[in-house]
């Protein structure tokens, strides 16, 4: 009996997460794995989870494509990226 609580408690908490983590920009599956497993702790990580969406961008200069600023690679070319020596673009929630 007390297994079945414990596992309906956590399978509340990993959908919490993933949620959770999922508006933040990050993996559903992810957020809810690790909030299934530690169910006050994973929860408490994806609230202060930082948001993707404020994250500022950087233009590669090989291909062109818009990378996340603190890349070090480009994940399309391969091209090594270095902090400060392209221009940070501002995130998409600040440009509209």
């Known amino acids: ?5 414990y596992v309906s ?14 508006l ?10 690790i909030s299934g497993v530690a169910p006050g702790i994973g929860l408490i ?12 961008r950087q233009r590669c200069p090989a291909c062109g494509r818009i990378c996340m600023g603190y890349d070090a ?7 090594e990226l270095q ?3 392209n221009e940070l673009l501002a995130p998409p929630s600040q440009r509209a």
């Open 45 to 56: 990580a994806a609230i202060l989870y930082r948001f993707e969406d404020d994250e500022p």
């Open 73 to 79: 690679l480009c994940v399309r070319c391969g091209h």
């Open 24 to 33: 933040k920009g990050s993996s559903f599956f992810i957020w809810a794995v």
């Open 83 to 85: 902090f400060g020596e």
């Open 1 to 5: 009996m007390a297994g079945g609580i």
């Open 9 to 22: 408690i956590a399978v509340g908490f990993a959908l919490a997460g993933g949620i959770v983590g999922k």
